[in-house]
């Protein structure tokens, strides 16, 4: 008897073992999802995430923001130009306190190490200079008229940021019975000077007298003054586009343009006897720069310089500076 419930007891305690077992595989089955059951094999530690990569755009954020020149429009800083001046009698010393002055004043060129090239400025004390009118009427000008007034060369020294200017001469082709010249009174001076220093381009306007009798393609000539480039350290100059000029096909024009190939700046201001006046006078040289003569055929005209002060690989190099100029 006693046997018999020992073997009952058992018999339940197994029964119970093995519903126990069976409930548990049905709770397995029912609450794992085997397809996302964690595998085991190949695991390797995930990769760390990127940092996140910081704002270099140097975007202002108006703390400490530089002083900005209010004198800006769309084209860039805006240079006022100083007025030509008469030079005549003035010593070398005194015309190169001007020249100082202009470059301590230039919202361009203020900051550079400067001192007038000796070169460029191999002036006499006390000299007379060519005037702008004399210049532009000078084969109907006595001696004193030559000289008198405001001076040709004057805007050059006045305004170092006209790496370029026009050299101003008298051509018979584009003088009228009246004297009225493309140049009038405003002697082909830019009414506007812009710096765009993004690009590092100096951008000069210069104004063509419309009621001229010629009217359009009257082939104006030019003859441009590089004496500030050359002063400024800019040696090498190349012209690599243009708009309504051309180039004279005689020698020694032929094929020796600043548009032909780089060019050395040359352009220097001496005590010259070309002026016909006794003692002779300051003036700009040498005048024959054949690189830097052209004719305007029909406005607006357009060329634009690159400037380099060492000299280039190719004129493909960027430009340490370059000069646009736009005859409207």
């Known amino acids: 008897m006693e046997k018999q419930g020992l073997l009952e007891i058992l018999r339940m305690v197994l029964i119970a073992f093995v519903i126990a077992f069976v409930i548990n595989l049905f709770r397995v089955a029912i609450f794992t999802d085997w397809d996302d059951a964690p595998r085991f094999e190949n695991i390797t530690e995930p990769e760390p995430a990127p940092a996140p990569i ?53 919202l361009i060129f203020s900051q550079m190490n400067y001192s007038p090239n000796q070169s460029v400025y191999q002036i006499t004390d006390g000299l007379p200079w060519i005037s702008a009118n004399g210049a532009l009427h000078w084969s109907k000008s006595s001696n004193e008229e030559k000289i008198n007034g405001v001076s040709r060369d004057s805007i050059g020294i006045l305004n170092p940021e006209l790496l370029y200017f026009v050299s101003i001469s008298e051509n018979e082709d584009v003088v009228d019975s009246n004297f009225n010249t493309l140049y009038k009174d405003f002697y082909f001076v830019p009414y506007q000077v812009n710096y765009n220093p993004k690009n590092k381009t100096i951008i000069a306007r210069i104004k063509n007298d419309k009621k001229n009798e010629r009217g359009k393609n009257n082939y104006q000539p030019i003859c441009l003054a590089d004496s500030n480039a050359h002063d400024l350290g800019y040696k090498y100059a190349y012209m690599d ?88």
């Open 241 to 328: 586009s243009y708009e309504n000029i051309g180039f004279y096909s005689e020698s020694p024009y032929k094929n020796n343009t600043l548009a032909s190939g780089i060019k050395e700046t040359t352009g220097y201001y001496m005590h010259g006897t070309a002026c016909g006046i006794p003692g002779g006078c300051n003036n700009y040289a040498p005048y024959w720069q054949y690189y830097n003569y052209f004719y305007i055929y029909d406005f607006p005209a357009k060329i634009h310089i690159k400037l380099w002060k060492k000299r280039p690989q190719s004129v493909e190099q960027q430009a340490d500076i370059s000069y646009l100029m736009i005859f409207e």
């Open 54 to 106: 910081e704002e270099s755009n140097n975007i202002n954020t108006g703390k400490n923001t530089p002083h900005i020149n209010t004198n800006i429009d769309d084209n860039g800083i805006n240079i006022i130009l100083t007025p030509m001046e008469n030079f005549s009698g003035l010593s070398k010393a005194r015309i190169l306190e001007k020249r100082m002055d202009a470059m301590r004043t230039s």
